[in-house]
């Protein structure tokens, strides 16, 4: 069974904090992207990346940087957090090409920055 | 600014009737299209992915395209309450790029 793992499920920071999130991906997929989701402004990208040492920004990526040293492993990284990054992160995977968007989504990342 | 625009709901059903979702979107040479299913409190799964214009059918639920209309819509037959949730539409342009729409919720009641 296809799995995207993401290391926490919930997680309580302060304001200045360094934040790791970490998504594994077991299906041998090219592409990941990590994405942010709040009410009312639904899912936006915030980086994604098609390779290893390979990285883009998406829509929204100020404040926030990634890394991928490994195909499987693509992590994301608040280096001083703050209360307007408040919400829930979301990794996703997926093969490239036509099919780039049939994405698999990780179980989320629900961070609270107090 | 290339859009995906979802009536946000919700959508309330009887059990046993087709629930009808739609979706537009702004740019022409959008290629791919999909559609999710967010349940509450969970993350996203993919339900249907469709890329030419027409019906796509998979069980009870079917997609339609309309590329010169720009719009795309979820059918789903035979709406049940473990159907209940939200529903998002996903375009990708020429560049790959996917954009989300804000979801539809859907309510089946019993």
């Known amino acids: 069974d296809v799995k995207v793992t993401q290391s926490s499920r919930y997680l309580v920071k302060r304001t200045g904090e360094k934040v790791f999130l970490e998504c594994v991906q077991d299906m041998d997929h090219e592409n990941m992207f990590w994405y942010r989701q709040d009410p009312g402004l639904g899912l936006r990208l915030i980086y994604f990346s098609y390779d290893v040492k390979m990285k883009e920004k998406g829509d929204i990526p100020e404040g926030y940087s990634v890394s991928r040293e490994k195909k499987e492993r693509f992590s994301l990284i608040l280096e001083s957090a703050s209360t307007n990054q408040t919400s829930m992160y979301l990794c996703?995977?997926?093969?490239?090409?036509f099919g780039h968007g049939e994405l698999f989504f990780g179980e989320g990342s629900r961070l609270t920055v107090l | 600014q290339k859009e995906v625009e979802q009536n946000s709901g919700p959508l309330s059903v009887p059990e046993g009737a087709i629930a009808s979702l739609n979706c537009t979107y702004s740019d022409r040479v959008s290629q791919s299209f999909f559609w999710y299913r967010q349940y509450s409190g969970k993350s996203p799964e993919l339900i249907m992915s469709?890329?030419?214009?027409g019906d796509k059918e998979d069980g009870r639920f079917t997609a339609q395209l309309n590329k010169a209309s720009q719009y795309v819509s979820l059918l789903i037959r035979d709406s049940q309450p473990s159907d209940s949730a939200t529903y998002l539409c996903?375009?990708?342009?020429?560049?790959?790029?996917?954009?989300f729409g804000g979801g539809t919720r859907l309510m089946v009641k019993p």
């Open positions: 996903a375009v990708s342009n020429a560049g790959n790029m996917l954009t």
């Open positions: 996703a995977s997926s093969l490239p090409g």
């Open positions: 469709i890329y030419s214009n």
